[in-house]
Structure formats: C-alpha cells, structure tokens
C-alpha cells in the first residue's frame, strides 16, 4: 500500500515540475507515400517530430489526438500503417492495438489519405515517372484508367497528347494488354507498388526524346493577346481608389472559398503567404504560383448541370490549340481550392461561364463570376437560357454579348432549337423537365465563336481600342474584399472626388421612407443616390417573383439582337446599367428590407450584384418572412431594425464604419469567414470517410409515418452494399436522432464500424433545449451514441459549415431552420434529397429552394417520385432513399476517372496555319 502511495506522489510530484513519468516513451512519427506501405524501404519517409505518450495505454485514437495536438505539420487526413507497412482503415482502428503500429525503431508511420486512389504512371521501358491520377476505385476497368490518364495527364505530358492508341498497359508479368482487353481486366490486376506501366508502341520510342515533342505548357504560342504571346506575365496594373486612407484589406473574406472545399485535402502548405498585416505590401502575384501554369480560358459553371458540357468544350477549344482551365483536371487533392481557383481566374485572359438555370445561384459561379468581372476581364457567356440577360446576374450581364448554345433550324426560333421537352403521360405540363442535348457540331460553332471573339479582342488591344470589351476597372470607389493573392491590382489612396457616395436601395412601396434615408445621410455630409432614382428617368417597373413571365429586364432570345452570332449588338440595359454605375462607385450600400422588397425580382438583382462586391448595410423596415436567397446574400446577425428607437445612430455608426476600410467591422467579416474556414477544415479532419450523407428535418414528427420512414432510411443506409456510409447529423432530435440512432443499431448488428457523427455548435444563446441536450449555460452535450465533433459558434454557423463539408442532405420534414439548411446546401451547389411524403419544408413549405425537388443528374425518376408517394411502406422509400444515396456517390466518385478524353484529338494533329484560319 505504501509503495503504491509512493509511485502515485512520485508521479504527481514529476508531473507538476513537467517531466515525463516512467511509463511515458517518445514515438517518432514520419510520414510515407504510397510506395512506403509495400516494402521496408524508409529512405523517402520525412520525419514529422515525435509525441510524448504511455504506450501501454493509448488506444489507436488517443495517439492521432496527441499527433494533432503536439505536431506542427499534418496531413489534414492519414492513416497509420502497420510496422510491416499495412495500410489500417478507419474502420480497422479500433481493433487493434498500438504495438501493432510501432517498428522496432520506436516509430509510427503515416500515410496521406486522399479522397480517391492516387496511382502513378510510369514507362516500361525507362521507369520514367509521367504522373499520378486519382480514380474512385482499384476495381475500376481498365479503359476507365485509360480515360482518367488521358484526361488528367494530357494536357501536362507531351508523350500522352497524341493517339491514345499509341501506348499499352502492362501486366504483372510485363504482358502487354489490348484494347479489346481492358474492358475485362480491372486496374488491381496491373497495379505494381502503388504504380501501373504502360509500353508506348515504336513511332513513340523514336521520338519521346526528340526535343520538338515536349512544349512547355505555360508558352501560350495560340493566344494572341500581346502580353501573353511568349510567358503569360502579370497583367497590366489597374488603379482603384477608395476614398478612406486606411489599409488595404486582403483578408480570408470576400470571393474566398474554404480552403478544405475539396474534403481530405493535405492540410495547407499554400505558396500563398500568409494575410498580410495592417501596413503591409500588397502581395505580389510572382509569389503565388508560377505564372507558366496560368490557363488563356477558363470555363465556369454549375456541377449539377454542366460538368458534361464545360468537358466538350475543353475538348474543342483545345483542338484550337487554347490553353484551358477545368477545375475537374486542374484541382485534385492535396491541392488548395480556393488558392487554385484565385490564381485560375485572376491570371486567365478569357472568362467563359456556361450560363445554365442556376449558375450565379451557387456559391461558387457567384463568386467566380463577380471575380473576373472585378478584374476587368474578358467575358463570354455561353446562354443555355431561354431569356437573357440571367435574373441573378442581369445587372452584371446587362451589356455583355453572350453566345447561344445551339444554332435554330430553318424556320426555327432560338427556344425551340434549345430545349427538348420530355413530356410523359399524365404529367403537368406546368412540370415540364427541359433536357440539354448538347450536340457535336454545336459544341463545335461555340468553340469556334469563342475563338474568334478572343482574335477580334487581341486587336483591339492591339489598338488600344478602349471602346471594345477591354474595360475599366468595375470598382471606381472602393476595391471589393478581394480574395487573397489577388495582388496584381495598384491601389490608390485617394478621396473619391466630392462627398463619400451612400446608395439606398428601396422598393417603390417604401418611396417616403426612402425620402427620409436620403434626407438623413445628406445632414451627414454624404452624396446619396436612390435605386428609385432610375424609375424617375424610365419606365422600368419592379417585377415581382410571382409575375415571372414578363420582366422589362429580361428578354426572350428570339426578340433580343444581343444573341446574334455574327454581328450581335447589346441591347440598351438602361436602369440595369445606371444602378450598376452608382453601385460601383459607391462607398456603401443600404439595402431596405421588406416584404415588397423580398418578391421583387429587380431588388433580387440588386442585392446579388452588391454582394461581396460592396460593402452593405441591411436595414429592415417591416416584419416579414425573409426568403432563402436573401439570408444567403446578406446574413441575418448584423441588421439594423427600424422599429428599434435608436436605430438611426445605429445606421449612421455603421454607414460610418462602412466608409473606413480599416475598422473593426470589415475586420470582423473577414475574421468570420476565416474562422468559418478554419472550421469546415476541422470537421474534415475528424471523418474517416469521403462517402458522407448529412441529416436535416424536423425535431418533433408531425406527419403520422415520418418515425417509420426515418428509421427505414437509417436501416437501408446501413445495409449498402459496400458498407462504407458516413452518418452525420446536426446532433438534434427527431429526425435527426431517428435516422441515425436506426443506422448505428443495424450496424452494431452486423459488427461494423458504426461510423456516426454529430456536429453541434460549443454554444447557441438561444434556447434550443427542446430541441437537443443543451446546458443552462448554453452549451451542448455530447449525444448519447456515436461521436460529436463541437464546431461553430452557434446554430447558423454549423448550418453553413456543414453545408460546405457534405455532398448529400436528406431532408425529412422540417421547419424553417431545416429549409434554411436546405438552402445552405443549394448555395454550396450540394444535393438535398427530400422526403416530400412527410410535409413541412421537404414538402415545399418554409420557402425552401425549388430546385431540390428536381431529379439530380443519375438519380431513377422512380426512386426520386417515390419519395413523394404516401401510399409507399416505409420500407419502400427508406430502401428508394438508399439508392438515391448510391446512384449520386457513384456519380460523384466518377467524375474524376469517367471523362471524356479530352486530349486525345488535340491540335498537335493541327498545324498552326490551320489553327490561324479557324480563328480568322
């Protein structure tokens, strides 16, 4: 008894002077690749450090916390190998022991875990290393890894742009395989240590070396643009000014995306430095990345919608002998999302957006879109659109030219050539789903006009032709919040010329109101302009969302000239123009909230031009229920109200602190956005899969077979096939806790990996306890079952983190908050799957999105109206539910390894005076 007192002073006594125990032992920890894990051979692993731990103790998962805990560098994911190199699973970690992990040199070694299989390319011959690809799976075919390599090793390895008939895989035993045979064999078969070979046939022995084969990718010898004909350099400075001395504010804010948007990615070690401090330099874009790796033509646009079209195009623009850049074949992981797509946008000559339903009504085309707008650069709709310019970016595209998709027929109009109606029996008419065929000759004309838009730019600027689409800067007062490495811009510190501008935009209704704004910021001393300011010079008049079908601010494409191929000039954008003009200038913007305000349709334009471009003021004036779209744009924590007694030094503090770039509040956005970043990075890091599915709905059941629904769906989701689900919910009850509280039991059941999550905020000040397990001094409590990960300051947050970290929503009744959650997702161009039987917001109540009810791209039509069917057992659409899930991971999985080649007819088969002509 004394000698166990003894050893427990002893250890109490080390531990307060900060010394190790005896039972305390150093374990290295180093990091591997994937040929590390199939042989003994250390000699490339990179030593990380060492952590200080009691190995007789430490469970698997106690020593990855006190990795992340004492290491300074991480891949955001790994996994631990065994002391013979085995790769260990997640779903492996809990059954076995840390002795299995340690080698006998006291070193554990780790291995970066990429959303997909990451496999090298090397050449028979020489074992000359020509890349990597990711894919979905090893089981894949074949002639799917062929697709993927060509794809994705194109554009960058000379030897593998020409034919794609000009190489062969080989075998295990060095056996070359046929193309008649790659269909049979799967890509386990031929995988050697992480690596697969391929034989080049002779015509390519002869010339892999000849110097006249490898053209540097960053030589854009097509382009003609006059600063990018030999190395693609910084573009030439543009002079913003605003009107505050203060500093430039380069924060993590503004068209700045998460840096862990591509889950699982490595944790950052971007060559984008760190955010500058007050006072500091603007970053130099030298320092970014390597200019060589700027594409001429970028195209933008909607996953959901387009990803097949922005492929064809790449293809034929290519054949044109265009540089272009494709998120798809340009981020992978372990790359920075956001950082790539900066750089892409800000250093590309040519914007090209595939103009779809809802492109600008996602956050990532919003945000792209408005960048290259702000950079003045050279911008090419591609309209897939019935009317132009689109509602969400019609002040935006009010005077640019856009370019139809598809050529009418003889006799006929421009709509009827673009959408073919699938019209089954016994279907509303009203519900009409429009398919894009997006035919070869078509893709083709797009391409070719492209080509030929870039060529009459070129001499314009070769001109120095200011009245052609080389435009001034967007932004003549004050620079938008600018995502980071965006350095190439001169900022001038100087007064804007007069009074600081306040714009006010109002809806008519609130005409007297809008009176009394103006007449209260001009006894400050500011010039004010009013939206209505432009229904005073013109006959434009507010459309409201529910009268769609007519709008003096869209146009059908038959009626507009602007769509013209040949020789289309924009038409007169009128109020569209003159409030884009105000808003440029302006310091400030006042949004007047209302209820008129929210169903109007030229408001709606207004506030998704200002967005992130300006610096806005939202001011509400009346009670009313605040749409999805608008919460997304503008946020609800910091509003001014009108009813409040004070709320005109409220407005004018903030309208003040607005004018200054360098207060606490424009600090404070960007200190949200990072944080909100920093978040969505921890979340990924703690999931030990990519296959995750998000559950949002109700907290109480309203609908009498909702409980049997939920439980049905979390039994189904649980039997998949694979078994390789991730749960995840909003640690609520109801919905929430019944899907995955029936998901955890049937795997239990089945001895599997429970693999449940649940994300709760450390704390919400409003009183959610009959929603979840909160304290009274309002924090959370872990739920009972699974693991939860505290993440957020409060409820709001967590909805826009999730939204960002998860693929898939299913939504099960719900009120507001779930059809908010539902919007989140949507903006985030995610996937929400509703239970529409069971009412409330997946039902379509709440304003929820109404684009959620649309059959997402691989998804049965019977799978998906099963979910509305009432008469349906539970077991029926628990079990449709799963297959939905399935059907839209297998096509998120292969979007990477199921492309089209994209380079396999490149202009290498071209010769440049052929490629002249076609631009000419």
Same mark, same amino acid.
């Not at 916390?65 to 300074?72: G, I, R, S, T, Y």
């Not at 960048?371 to 595209?397: G, H, N, T, Y």
């Not at 200011?466 to 001038?492: C, F, H, M, T, W």
């Given at each position: 008894?004394?000698?166990?007192?003894?050893?427990?002073?002893?250890?109490?006594?080390?531990?307060?002077?900060?010394?190790?125990?005896?039972?305390?032992?150093?374990?290295?920890?180093?990091?591997?690749?994937?040929?590390?894990?199939?042989?003994?051979?250390?000699?490339?692993?990179?030593?990380?450090?060492?952590?200080? !731990?009691?190995?007789?103790?430490?469970?698997?998962?106690?020593?990855?916390?006190?990795?992340?805990?004492?290491?300074?560098?991480?891949?955001?994911?790994?996994?631990?190998?065994?002391?013979?190199?085995?790769?260990?699973?997640?779903?492996?970690?809990?059954?076995?022991?840390?002795?299995?992990?340690?080698?006998?040199?006291?070193? *554990?070694?780790?291995?970066?875990?990429?959303?997909?299989?990451?496999?090298?390319?090397?050449?028979?011959?020489?074992?000359?290393?020509?890349?990597?690809?990711?894919?979905?799976?090893?089981?894949?075919?074949?002639?799917?890894?062929?697709?993927?390599?060509?794809?994705?090793?194109?554009?960058?390895?000379?030897?593998?742009?020409?034919?794609?008939?000009?190489?062969? &895989?080989?075998?295990?035993?060095?056996?070359?395989?046929?193309?008649?045979?790659?269909?049979?064999?799967?890509?386990?078969?031929?995988?050697?240590?992480?690596?697969?070979?391929?034989?080049?046939?002779?015509?390519?022995?002869?010339?892999?070396?000849?110097?006249?084969?490898?053209?540097?990718?960053?030589?854009?010898?097509?382009?003609?643009?006059?600063?990018?004909?030999?190395?693609?350099?910084?573009?030439?400075?543009?002079?913003?000014?605003?009107?505050?001395?203060?500093?430039?504010?380069?924060?993590?804010?503004?068209?700045?995306?998460?840096?862990?948007? *591509?889950?699982?990615?490595?944790?950052?070690?971007?060559?984008?430095?760190?955010?500058?401090?007050?006072?500091?330099?603007?970053?130099?874009?030298?320092?970014?990345?390597?200019?060589?790796?700027?594409?001429?033509?970028?195209?933008?646009?909607?996953?959901?919608?387009?990803?097949?079209?922005?492929?064809?195009?790449?293809?034929?623009?290519?054949?044109?002998?265009?540089?272009?850049?494709?998120?798809?074949?340009?981020?992978?992981?372990?790359?920075?999302?956001?950082?790539?797509?900066?750089?892409?946008?800000?250093?590309?000559?040519?914007?090209?957006?595939?103009?779809?339903?809802?492109?600008?009504?996602?956050?990532?085309?919003?945000?792209?879109?408005?960048?290259? +707008?702000?950079?003045?650069?050279?911008?090419?709709?591609?309209?897939?659109?019935?009317?132009?310019?689109?509602?969400?970016?019609?002040?935006?595209?009010?005077?640019?030219?856009?370019?139809?998709?598809?050529?009418?027929?003889?006799?006929?109009?421009?709509?009827?050539?673009?959408?073919?109606?699938?019209?089954?029996?016994?279907?509303?008419?009203?519900?009409?789903?429009?398919? /894009?065929?997006?035919?070869?000759?078509?893709?083709?004309?797009?391409?070719?006009?492209?080509?030929?838009?870039?060529?009459?730019?070129?001499?314009?600027?070769?001109?120095?032709?200011?009245?052609?689409?080389? #435009?001034?800067?967007?932004?003549?007062?004050?620079?938008?919040?600018?995502?980071?490495?965006?350095?190439?811009?001169?900022?001038?510190?100087?007064?804007?010329?007069?009074?600081?501008?306040?714009? !006010?935009?109002?809806?008519?209704?609130?005409?007297?109101?809008?009176?009394?704004?103006?007449?209260? %910021?001009?006894?400050?001393? /500011?010039?004010?302009?009013?939206?209505?300011? !432009?229904?005073?010079?013109?006959?434009?008049?507010?459309?409201?969302?529910?009268?769609?079908?007519?709008?003096?601010?869209?146009?059908?494409?038959?009626?507009?000239?602007?769509?013209?191929?040949?020789?289309? +000039?924009?038409? +007169?954008?009128?109020?569209?123009?003159?409030?884009?003009?105000?808003?440029? $200038?302006?310091?400030?913007?006042?949004?007047?909230?209302?209820?008129?305000?929210?169903?109007?349709?030229?408001?709606?334009?207004? *506030?998704?031009?200002?967005?992130?471009?300006?610096?806005?003021?939202?001011?509400? /004036?009346?009670? &009313?229920?605040?749409?999805?779209?608008?919460?997304?744009? @503008?946020?609800?924590?910091?509003?001014?109200?009108?009813?409040?007694?004070?709320?005109?030094?409220?407005?004018?503090?903030?309208?003040?602190?607005?004018?200054?770039?360098?207060?606490?509040?424009?600090?404070?956005?960007?200190?949200?956005?990072?944080?909100?970043?920093?978040?969505?990075?921890?979340?990924?890091?703690?999931?030990?899969?990519?296959?995750?599915?998000?559950?949002?709905?109700?907290?109480?059941?309203?609908?009498?077979?909702?409980?049997? @629904?939920?439980?049905?769906?979390?039994?189904?989701?649980?039997?998949?096939?694979?078994?390789?689900?991730?749960?995840?919910?909003?640690?609520?009850?109801?919905?929430? $806790?019944?899907?995955?509280?029936?998901?955890?039991?049937?795997?239990?059941?089945?001895?599997?990996?429970?693999?449940? %999550?649940?994300?709760?905020?450390?704390?919400?000040?409003?009183?959610?306890?009959?929603?979840?397990?909160?304290?009274?001094?309002?924090?959370?409590?872990?739920?009972?079952?699974?693991?939860?990960?505290?993440?957020?300051?409060?409820?709001?947050?967590?909805?826009?983190?999730?939204?960002?970290? &998860?693929?898939?929503?299913?939504?099960?009744?719900?009120?507001?908050?779930?059809?908010?959650?539902?919007?989140?997702?949507?903006?985030?161009?995610?996937?929400?799957?509703?239970? #529409?039987?069971?009412?409330?917001?997946?039902?379509?109540?709440?304003?929820?999105? #109404?684009?959620?009810?649309?059959?997402?791209?691989?998804?049965?039509?019977?799978?998906? +109206?099963?979910?509305?069917?009432?008469?349906?057992?539970?077991?029926? @659409?628990?079990?449709?539910?799963?297959?939905?899930?399935?059907?839209?991971?297998?096509?998120?999985?292969?979007?990477?390894?199921?492309?089209?080649?994209?380079?396999?007819?490149?202009?290498?088969?071209?010769?440049?005076?052929?490629?002249?002509?076609?631009?000419?």
């Amino acid at each position: 008894m004394i000698s166990f007192i003894w050893s427990f002073l002893k250890r109490l006594i080390m531990a307060d002077a900060g010394e190790p125990d005896e039972a305390t032992s150093l374990v290295g920890i180093s990091l591997t690749g994937e040929t590390g894990c199939c042989h003994d051979n250390t000699t490339d692993d990179t030593s990380l450090g060492f952590i200080m !731990v009691d190995v007789s103790s430490i469970t698997v998962k106690g020593i990855r916390e006190a990795m992340q805990n004492e290491l300074d560098a991480l891949p955001s994911s790994f996994r631990f190998l065994t002391k013979q190199g085995w790769p260990v699973s997640s779903g492996q970690e809990d059954r076995i022991q840390v002795k299995h992990l340690i080698n006998d040199k006291g070193v *554990v070694r780790i291995q970066p875990d990429y959303a997909k299989p990451r496999i090298g390319v090397v050449t028979s011959h020489d074992n000359n290393a020509l890349g990597f690809v990711f894919l979905s799976s090893l089981n894949l075919s074949i002639s799917q890894l062929r697709e993927a390599i060509v794809a994705q090793l194109g554009g960058s390895q000379n030897a593998l742009c020409g034919d794609d008939s000009d190489w062969m &895989f080989l075998d295990r035993n060095s056996w070359p395989i046929c193309r008649q045979q790659e269909e049979a064999m799967a890509i386990i078969d031929i995988i050697i240590r992480a690596c697969v070979r391929i034989h080049f046939c002779q015509k390519f022995h002869q010339n892999i070396d000849s110097p006249d084969v490898h053209v540097a990718e960053g030589k854009l010898k097509a382009f003609p643009f006059p600063d990018m004909e030999v190395t693609p350099g910084t573009p030439p400075a543009k002079k913003f000014r605003t009107h505050s001395p203060g500093p430039l504010m380069s924060n993590d804010t503004g068209y700045q995306v998460s840096q862990s948007y *591509v889950r699982h990615s490595m944790r950052s070690l971007s060559p984008v430095p760190p955010t500058p401090k007050s006072g500091d330099a603007p970053i130099s874009p030298k320092i970014i990345a390597n200019p060589e790796s700027a594409k001429q033509i970028l195209i933008s646009y909607v996953r959901a919608e387009a990803s097949q079209y922005a492929l064809d195009l790449k293809q034929e623009l290519e054949a044109q002998n265009f540089s272009v850049y494709l998120d798809v074949h340009e981020i992978f992981c372990g790359s920075d999302w956001q950082d790539s797509l900066n750089f892409a946008v800000s250093h590309c000559s040519v914007f090209v957006p595939l103009v779809t339903p809802r492109y600008g009504e996602t956050q990532w085309t919003n945000r792209e879109v408005k960048l290259a +707008d702000v950079l003045s650069k050279f911008i090419v709709p591609v309209s897939f659109l019935e009317m132009w310019p689109p509602r969400c970016l019609a002040i935006q595209f009010a005077t640019t030219q856009f370019i139809p998709w598809k050529l009418p027929g003889p006799g006929m109009k421009h709509t009827e050539a673009f959408f073919h109606p699938i019209i089954e029996k016994g279907v509303d008419v009203t519900e009409v789903t429009y398919t /894009y065929m997006w035919e070869r000759p078509d893709v083709a004309m797009v391409a070719k006009e492209i080509g030929k838009r870039c060529n009459a730019e070129a001499k314009k600027r070769e001109r120095g032709d200011e009245d052609g689409n080389n #435009k001034a800067p967007q932004l003549r007062s004050y620079a938008s919040i600018l995502p980071r490495g965006v350095g190439d811009l001169v900022i001038v510190q100087e007064c804007r010329e007069g009074k600081p501008l306040v714009v !006010v935009s109002v809806h008519p209704k609130q005409r007297e109101y809008a009176s009394e704004l103006v007449e209260l %910021f001009e006894e400050q001393g /500011y010039e004010v302009w009013c939206s209505l300011d !432009v229904l005073d010079d013109s006959a434009q008049t507010y459309q409201s969302n529910t009268n769609s079908e007519d709008s003096s601010d869209t146009m059908p494409l038959e009626d507009s000239e602007v769509c013209d191929i040949t020789n289309g +000039d924009a038409m +007169d954008p009128g109020p569209l123009q003159q409030f884009a003009a105000k808003a440029d $200038e302006a310091g400030v913007v006042v949004f007047v909230l209302s209820k008129a305000f929210a169903e109007s349709y030229t408001c709606k334009e207004q *506030v998704f031009y200002c967005e992130t471009r300006k610096r806005v003021v939202p001011l509400v /004036y009346e009670d &009313f229920e605040m749409p999805g779209w608008m919460s997304m744009l @503008i946020g609800t924590s910091l509003m001014e109200h009108k009813k409040r007694e004070d709320y005109k030094d409220s407005l004018l503090n903030r309208v003040k602190r607005s004018l200054n770039a360098s207060s606490s509040d424009i600090i404070s956005d960007a200190a949200k956005e990072t944080e909100i970043s920093k978040s969505v990075d921890y979340v990924c890091n703690r999931l030990p899969g990519e296959k995750c599915v998000y559950i949002s709905g109700g907290t109480k059941f309203f609908y009498d077979k909702s409980e049997e @629904i939920c439980k049905a769906i979390g039994i189904s989701l649980a039997r998949q096939e694979r078994n390789d689900i991730t749960m995840v919910t909003g640690g609520f009850y109801g919905v929430g $806790e019944t899907i995955s509280g029936s998901f955890f039991e049937e795997r239990k059941q089945r001895k599997l990996s429970t693999n449940v %999550f649940h994300i709760l905020p450390r704390k919400d000040e409003q009183d959610r306890s009959a929603q979840t397990r909160q304290n009274h001094d309002k924090t959370f409590q872990e739920v009972p079952f699974g693991k939860t990960i505290f993440c957020g300051d409060n409820v709001r947050q967590r909805e826009t983190i999730v939204s960002r970290v &998860f693929d898939i929503c299913i939504l099960v009744e719900g009120g507001p908050g779930a059809a908010h959650e539902a919007e989140e997702f949507c903006w985030s161009d995610h996937t929400v799957i509703p239970v #529409k039987c069971t009412g409330g917001s997946a039902g379509g109540k709440f304003n929820v999105p #109404k684009k959620i009810f649309e059959v997402p791209r691989g998804v049965s039509k019977e799978d998906w +109206d099963m979910l509305g069917d009432s008469n349906l057992a539970a077991s029926n @659409i628990g079990d449709a539910v799963a297959r939905i899930v399935k059907a839209l991971q297998t096509g998120a999985a292969a979007q990477l390894t199921r492309m089209k080649s994209v380079t396999s007819k490149r202009a290498s088969l071209v010769s440049q005076h052929s490629m002249i002509d076609t631009l000419t």
